[in-house]
């Protein structure tokens, strides 16, 4: 079993709907989420991180976190062209007090049609 | 603030040779850490650290070093390049529990 996992996609949705992205992690030791946006050619940016269970919003995203369930998801409301790209959900297990260690899922391509 | 910096941006070496690549963390940040991301596996974690010392380190062979300089600059050396080393090395820089990525060095082993 891989320690996270997402849908590799693509998940195409039409300009203006709400996407839904997915993630199961496998450790149930788990403290810490984040969600990264990557275009193509481009680094890894922070988007979103959420460490307690329930929903966390900020602007048209909102992280939501089960632990009971090992499930991550993240929902953009109003998707725009500009959100198309790779998003990548990253969990940290803690481990000894590091917290520089993220496991990453292999990320979903969102493509959002005009 | 000035974000993560990472150079060179972009390098070609052939295999055997060795590759020092450098990171500037943000500003007041003291944790590093280093990344590796291929199309085949992803974003794998290389190693981290925090004041000069690796606090953790992935499953990666010992040609993956690293170290940490007191201004809190991260450099990361692969020896013996080997074809499987092409990849985009991402250094990120901590505060807290959020990690924040630098642009990346391509690396392209001939």
């Known amino acids: 079993q891989k320690e996270v996992e997402q849908n590799s996609g693509p998940l195409s949705v039409p300009e203006g709907a709400i996407a839904s992205l997915n993630c199961t992690y496998s450790?149930?030791?788990?403290?810490?989420f984040f969600w990264y946006r990557q275009y193509s050619g481009k680094s890894p940016e922070l988007i979103m991180s959420?460490?307690?269970?329930g929903d966390k919003e900020d602007g048209r995203f909102t992280a939501q976190l089960n632990k009971a369930s090992q499930y991550v998801s993240l929902l953009i409301r109003d998707s725009q062209p500009s959100d198309s790209a790779t998003y990548l959900c990253a969990v940290n297990r803690n481990y000894g007090g590091s917290q520089g260690n993220l496991i990453f899922g292999k990320g979903t391509k969102l493509s959002v049609k005009p | 603030k000035a974000g993560v910096t990472q150079t060179p941006r972009y390098l070609i070496k052939t295999r055997g040779q060795q590759v020092t690549l450098s990171c500037s963390p943000i500003?007041?940040?003291?944790?590093v850490s280093w990344y590796q991301q291929t199309p085949g596996q992803g974003l794998q974690f290389l190693f981290e650290?925090?004041?000069?010392?690796?606090?953790n380190k992935g499953n990666f062979p010992g040609r993956f070093s690293g170290r940490q300089f007191s201004n809190s600059r991260s450099e990361m050396n692969v020896s013996t390049l080997e074809l499987g080393d092409s990849a985009l090395y991402l250094c990120a820089s901590r505060q807290g529990a959020e990690q924040y990525f630098g642009p990346g060095t391509r690396l392209t082993v001939t």
């Open positions: 450790d149930r030791g788990s403290q810490s």
């Open positions: 959420i460490y307690s269970n």
């Open positions: 650290y925090f004041s000069e010392t690796q606090r």
């Open positions: 500003s007041g940040h003291r944790s």
